[in-house]
């Protein structure tokens, strides 16, 4: 639901009220990681850019990127102009702790 950039509200309508602050608080975690995720991939990307001359060969870009692994995928993806929304969500898991659901 998140990934789609709908509004979770209709979501959280089936939930019980006790859990509403449980439930927002996975929304949120997942949407900072999200954030995280985007930032770190511009600002590695921008760095990469800044780093190269602005004639660059493709292959000194794979260089620079291949030592950010974390961000590899997303780093080309921003290099072809694509959007890397999709890849973020896909990297993204709810935590889990037993205290994490106590209401």
């Given amino acids: 639901m998140l990934a789609t950039g709908k509004d979770y509200a ?11 602050a449980w439930a927002m608080g ?9 954030d995280f995720l ?3 991939a511009h600002a590695e ?4 850019l ?6 660059f060969e493709r292959k000194e870009y794979a260089d ?3 030592m950010l692994p974390n961000f590899r995928p997303a780093l080309f993806q ?6 890397i929304s999709e890849w973020a969500w896909k990297q993204i898991r709810p935590t889990f702790t037993k205290e994490s659901i106590d209401v």
Avoid: C, K, M, Y
Avoid at 50 to 55: E, I, R, V
């Fill in 50 to 55: 800044d780093a190269l001359p602005t004639d």
């Fill in 45 to 48: 990307h921008s760095a990469i």
């Fill in 26 to 34: 996975i929304a949120e975690s997942l949407n900072e990681q999200f």
């Fill in 38 to 40: 985007i930032g770190g």
């Fill in 64 to 66: 620079a990127a291949a």
């Fill in 10 to 20: 209709s979501l959280l309508a089936g939930v019980p009220d006790e859990f509403h």
């Fill in 78 to 83: 921003l290099l072809d102009g694509r959007d």
